[in-house]
Nanobody, 128 residues
Framework: VQLVESGGGSVQTGKSLRLSCTGS????????IAWFRQAPGKEREAVSC????????PYADSVKGRFTISGDKTKNTVYLQMNSLTSEDTGVYYC??????????????????????WGQGTQVSVSS
């Protein structure tokens, strides 16, 4: 499985960006992809998770109400719509996929060790 992120960039506070993560080589029609981010000098943190088998997606508290994750099964792509961006959202954003397909992102989606495939990351910079 290969994952490729795109859509990062530099924006001002309050603006929006949409990240894309396109996967290839999935063994099944369904898939699970999560977004993580890593700010300078900080640990990588989970942002949100999407699985084609569940309508619900969890979010980190810091992005609830501002970020929306969605997927296009026909394109093997997961999107992260990011609105009302702040400097706290600055960092490298990674998408990741587990070894299989999750029926739900559930309660363990935040664990980095559960993901075996990672993209190269895309930089998001938010400035005032």
């Amino acid at each position: 499985v290969q994952l490729v992120e795109s859509g990062g960039g530099s924006v001002q506070t309050g603006k929006s960006l949409r990240l894309s993560c396109t996967g290839s080589g999935f063994p099944f029609v369904d898939y699970t992809i999560a977004w993580f981010r890593q700010a300078p000098g900080k640990e990588r943190e989970a942002v949100s998770c999407f699985t084609t088998l569940d309508r619900e997606s969890p979010y980190a508290d810091s992005v609830k109400g501002r970020f929306t994750i969605s997927g296009d099964k026909t394109k093997n792509t997961v999107y992260l719509q990011m609105n009302s961006l702040t400097s706290e959202d600055t960092g490298v954003y990674y998408c990741a996929a587990p070894a299989g397909v999750w029926s739900t992102c559930g309660s363990s989606w935040r664990g980095m060790s559960d993901y075996v495939n990672w993209g190269q990351g895309t930089q998001v910079s938010v400035s005032s």
